[in-house]
Nanobody, 123 residues
Framework: QVQLVESGGGLVQAGGSLRLSCAAS????????MGWFRQAPGKEREFVGG????????YYADSVKGRFTISGDNAKNTVYLQMNSLKPEDTAVYYC????????????????WGQGTQVTVSS
């Protein structure tokens, strides 16, 4: 089992950047596929991006491709979501998640979730 804690959210102007962190405890995150999701008010939780167990492969939703980057630090057992060129439509609560399914993109494929961190992008 793994416990996940996100941090790094906040208020930023459009065009700005934020880096979210997801600290894992329990089993190391390298044992899992790690994903980032987001949920805006009144909307379904949607997939943002993921990284393979080895960290060698990342994949993203089309809406963030080229702007967001996922990386990991094995020594810190932490996964990051670097968000650049932020837009008001990126405003949401961002969640990290851990699962076992390769290239997972749906909620049901992730067994463990953090509590979320709010990102607000002003226009």
């Amino acid at each position: 089992q793994v416990q996940l804690v996100e941090s790094g959210g906040g208020l930023v102007q459009a065009g700005g950047s934020l880096r979210l962190s997801c600290a894992a405890s329990g089993r190391t995150f390298s044992s899992y596929v790690m994903g980032w999701f987001r949920q805006a008010p009144g909307k379904e939780r949607e997939f943002v991006g993921g990284v393979s167990r080895s960290g060698g492969s990342t994949y993203y939703a089309d809406s963030v491709k080229g702007r967001f980057t996922i990386s990991g630090d094995n020594a810190k057992n932490t996964v990051y979501l670097q968000m650049n060129s932020l837009k008001p439509e990126d405003t949401a609560v961002y969640y990290c998640a851990a699962g076992r399914t390769i290239m997972a993109t749906t909620r049901k494929e992730y067994a463990y979730w953090g509590q979320g961190t709010q990102v607000t992008v002003s226009s």
